[in-house]
């Protein structure tokens, strides 16, 4: 080796284990990379959503939506209150704006997304009617795990109200809601007629929903509305 000195095999054999040594042992001392900050990652799965709506991984979204400190699994915001009022009066004029509202509080909202695309229907914005329809069905359709009819193929909603707005859309009217316990897990079971008087009972996995209902009402957590809703 010329302008240097010649390093044996063995040495160099040992001189590379010593700096793969050291190397790990820096690698060990070092912090882990932080977390992800779970407002940060939905902000910016927002942001990317509408800008590619309504071709979006809508169960990603939902579940970024769910994770954030913030979250809360009930509690209907007065905006969404006021727009099913307004909704089931045909009154457009005070359902739209209140629809627009409650999905700049909650983009995920599926009833808002569909009660907007109504209104906009109405008022002959064909082009807002169907993003809005497009938005609403995907996150229906991602609540969509399985089809309902047992355990092992339960819906996953982040909330109760999604619960509801899926049987809605599914053109099914709730006759009655059990909580169920299998295999470790908790179900909603609602028991619901179709539009020919059939009765079939429909499951969702709520073991996070009932996460989020205790950790509002835990000591010292601030809880907005009340006790969890278990009414559509």
Request: aromatic content about 6%; proline content about 6%; charged content about 20%.
């Amino acid at each position: 080796m010329r302008g240097g000195t010649e390093l044996s095999p063995m040495r160099a054999l040992a001189l590379t284990i010593l700096v793969a040594l050291v190397a790990s042992a820096a690698f060990a001392d070092a912090p882990a990379p932080p977390t992800a900050d779970p407002e940060a990652r939905y902000q910016a799965l927002l942001t990317a959503a509408k800008a590619a709506a309504p071709n979006v991984d809508w169960g990603q979204l939902r579940d970024a939506y769910a994770a954030r400190p913030s979250f809360k699994a009930f509690a209907q915001s007065a905006a969404k209150r006021r727009m099913f009022v307004a909704a089931q009066a045909s009154d457009c004029k005070t359902a739209l704006p209140a629809a627009r509202a409650a999905i700049e509080e909650a983009y995920v909202d599926a009833d808002a997304h569909l009660v907007a695309a109504f209104c906009e229907d109405a008022a002959g914005d064909a082009a807002a009617a169907q993003l809005d329809r497009d938005i609403g069905s995907g996150l229906l359709h991602s609540i969509q795990t399985g089809d309902g009819l047992s355990p092992a193929t339960a819906f996953t909603p982040i909330d109760v109200d999604e619960e509801y707005a899926l049987m809605r859309a599914l053109g099914l009217k709730v006759a009655s809601q059990a909580l169920v316990q299998q295999g470790g897990h908790a179900y909603d079971a609602l028991t619901a007629d179709n539009e020919k008087g059939q009765r079939a009972t429909y499951y969702f996995l709520v073991d996070r929903v009932l996460a989020a209902e205790s950790a509002a009402l835990a000591p010292g957590a601030v809880s907005e509305g009340g006790p969890p809703s278990r009414t559509p």
